[in-house]
Structures are given as structure tokens and as C-alpha cells.
């Protein structure tokens, strides 16, 4: 929506020009409390327009309103030709009668403050003689979601008109200069990040425990209900493959995406050598490498020793917390381009392989989100039985977040969100979920495993890859290790899909088939992956007294 109005530039407009923006805000489904900050603010901007205004004799001047809304953003432009000023002393100067005591009017006092406070939202610059004063606001908190989804459907829309109307080498000109490559540095970024928010959120968790017995016990339960939950999942996606049986060898032939790079990565899946590596030989290559557990290893230890230091606990403290802060905001600016990464990817990827072959593979797909479903009902059964809750209050607090973490794509991105979730709406003490959130984003990844189990047995049933008896052993164990080394981050899980068929001699060029659809599998294997974490941090902080049953139920 973009609504653009004119008024003469005069202080009694100031009330036409506040109800134009009003009504517009109305139509956009504004919060009435967001409502009446922002008219205050348009009120000041206007009126801080008009002082400055330039009147010539012949013609009075004009302010003008432009009032734009797309996809959850909505942004206020106010316009006028007038003098350069300085807006932010304006704003300071309401906001300091205030603090001199000279607002005897206390109504004034407040509208002062607010003002005072908003200054900071509001961008005014000058230019040819016009003043303009922007101010941006984000509708709601799915605003992200929306523009997530708007940028997939306009790529598979955009993606099949350009496969069918250009031509290929433009297509192929397209995808190598500009789609891969936006998609390549937004994985990168991630990956840049990934190692030290996982190090840094795990020791500033740890530090804030005294005493060594209670993380312990904590730890110990937190960790034995993600491998419950791991254990069932993987279970879960074996039993709905076996119900549903997607596959079938036609789609053998559909190959035709390049599955290099996704399997030109190696992944270690023995159990033995996941134990003896998760202590790392120096302290560099666990974050050169990303290796998770290694990491964790690493947080846990200098989290312990920090706490016992005495003379330095507190400022190693303090500066463990400084970093934590950092990475997790450095994650969030990173995850605002997800749109346009999602966009770039979709493309690329829908240039590289036919529709059909994507069609073709829906009912993996669908087998895959029925699992997820089963899973869903897995978490609540444990919140009554073990946790002795009420899991109606847990789903319905949870359920605007599955919204946010399904379109971050990453459990690491998501870790603000989630430990959000666990202390403003679930009631989980801090002590709990900020161990348990970063540890689950990356030991528990229930929604990876179903999809591992479902899309390997599928692809297997595809190429006629008999799995029975020792390989089905092998496969489970292996998704369990993959699971809990990969890293929370998106297509991490086609990474592990693809370590896993090699392994069960199902030829790696099948990861091609998927591959399409790996973006919005990633996005429901990341909600999935979040839920559990978040299900096990309220059961573990009921069973330790640490959750505010008040905020529970509310
Ligand atoms: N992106 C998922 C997560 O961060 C992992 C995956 O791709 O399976 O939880």
C-alpha cells in the first residue's frame, strides 16, 4: 500500500495530517499502543515541519505525507521545503524541559519522555531545499515471516518463468553470477558466527552456576532427555517411512542438479571416534572446523575453570557475557538478509532442476511432515508424563515462536528467540534454558533426524538400496551422531543427508533430487528441532522448581 497526501502547511492541519496517518495505520492492523506513540511522534514531526517551513508570498507552503506498508514494514515519510534544522534537538529540547522540572503540566511531562524516547527511531535529512522526516515501523513480529515466504513464492514463481522463457545460458549466466553466489556468502556468514555463539552462550550459561553439583544434575538431565527425544525421533521417522513408503525407482532418472557441493563434505560417523574426538588435540581447530562437540567440550571446561579462578571470575564474567551479546547480535543482522538469501537460493535452484523433479518428491516430503506431527504429539505426551503439565499452555505460548525459528532456518539464530520464549512466556528460569537452548541447538535436532531417516530410506527405496538388519543398525546410529554433531545452522541437515546415503551405498548423486526442496524442509526441520528444545528445557526446569507456574499459566 503507498498513500501519499497533501496539506497546507499550517499548525491547524497538524490534526488532519494525525488522523490521515491513523486511519491508515488502522487499516494495517496497528496495536493500539504502538498506535498512539507513533501519532504522537507524526504530531511533533509535523509540527517541527511547519516551524520550518518556507512560505513565499505568493504561495503558502505544503507538507506532504506519504504513508507506504508492504509485506509487515510500514514506514511514515513527512516532507516540506524549508531550512536545514536540527530535528534531534528539537526532539531534546521537549524531552529536557522535562528533566529541568519546567513541565508543570503533567501530562505534558509524559508526552515529553515519550518524545524524548522516540527521537531515536525518526531519520531527517535535507535535501534540495526539502526537509523530509522518515520513520519506520515493523507491523508485527511475522512482518519476517512474510517476507521470508513472499520471497520464496517469488522465486519459484520467477523460477519457472525464466526456465521457461529464457534461454538456458542466460539461466545458467544467472545462476553462476548472481544466485550461488548471494547464496554461498549468506551460508558463509552463518558459518563465520556459528562457533563462537555455541562457545560463547555455553560458558556465559555455565558461569552463572555456583555450584558444580546442580549444573551437573541440570546438565545430566537436560542431556538425557535430548537423547530420549533423539532416540524417539529417529524412531518415529523410520516407523512413518514404513507406513507410507515414499520412493519409487522412476524418479531414479530425474537427476540432473549438481550435488557436488553439498557432498563434497565429510562428516565423521563412528561412534568411537565421535567420543575420543570430542576432546580436541588444540584449542584453534575446534573453531577453524566448527566442530561442535569439541566446542562444547571447550565452553564447558572454560565456563568450569572461569568460575573457579577467584580474582578473575569476575571480569572473565563479564567479558564472556560482552561476547555472548555480541555473536547473538552480529546472528540477528546476518539472519535480516534471509529473505533475499531464500529468494537467491530458491532461484538457483529452480534453474538447475526441473519442477517435475521437485513434484516428484513431494511425497517424501509430506511422509516427512506427518513425522514431525508424530512428533509434536511425542513432545506433549512427555510434558504430561514427565513433566506433569498441562501441554495445552505450552503449545499455545510456544506456537507464535514455531512461526519466527521456521523462517530463521537456524537453530543457532533462533537461540535469542527461544531463550525469549522460555523466559517471557513459558516462565523457565534463566538457569535453565540458557544451558539448555545452546546445547540444544546443537546435540538436538529431532526434526533432522526424522527427515534423515525418512529421505535416506526413501532415496535408498529409489535406487534399489536394500536396508536391512546391520545397515538399518548403522543408519540409525549414524543419524543420531550426525544429528548431534551437525551444527544449527540451514542446510545442515542436506549435509548430513548427504554423508548418510554414501554410507549406506546409495549413489551421492541422489541428493540432487532433493536438494530443491532442502530450503523449505530446513525451515520445518529447524521449527521441529526448536520445539524440542524448548519442550525439554520446561520439563527439566518443572522437575528442578525453576519454572514461574504463574507465566505457565497465563
Ligand atoms: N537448520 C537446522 C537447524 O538449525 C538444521 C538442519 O538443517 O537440519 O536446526
Known sequence: MRKKQQYIADKQNIGRIVDFVRDRLKEC??????????????????????????????????????????????????????????LANNMALASSAYEDGDGDDIQESIRNIILGSLADGLKYRHKNGINYICMGLVRSKRAFLYQTLGAMAAAVILGLIFSSVLPDSVNTFLNTNIFAPVKTMYMNSLKMVVAPVVFFSIISCIVQFSDLSALGRIGAKIISLYLLTTFIAVGAGIGIFYLIGPGDASLAAAITADASSVTSQTMDVSIKDTIVGIIPSDIINPFLKANMLQLIFMAVLCGIATGLLGKYSGTLTDFFSACNDLFLKITGLIIKIMPIAVFCSIMSMMLTMGIDTIISVMGMFGTFLLGLLAMMLVYCILIIFIGRLNPVYFVRKYLPYMLQVFSLA????????????????????????????????TLNMDGTCIHLAVFALALAKTFGVEVTGSAMLSMIISIIVLSMGAPGIPGAGLICLSVLITQMNVPVEAIGLVMGIDSLCGMFRTMSNCLGDVAVSTIVAKSENELDMEIYRK
Do not use: R
Not at 537461540?415 to 538457569?431: D, F, Q, R, T
Open 29 to 86: 492492523g496497528i496495536k493500539q499502543k504502538e498506535l498512539v506513540k507513533v501519532m504522537l511522534t507524526v504530531e511533533e514531526a509535523a509540527g517541527s515541519l511547519i516551524d520550518h517551513c518556507a512560505v513565499s508570498p505568493e504561495e503558502s507552503g505544503k507538507i506532504t505525507v506519504i504513508f507506504k506498508a508492504f509485506m509487515g514494514n510500514v514506514s511514515i515519510e513527512l516532507s516540506a521545503k524549508g531550512e536545514e534544522y536540527s
Open 410 to 441: 537456524s537453530s543457532n539464530a533462533a537461540i535469542p528467540v527461544n531463550m525469549e520464549a522460555c523466559e517471557k512466556k513459558i516462565g523457565i528460569s534463566k538457569k535453565i534454558f540458557s544451558l539448555s537452548i545452546p546445547l540444544g541447538a
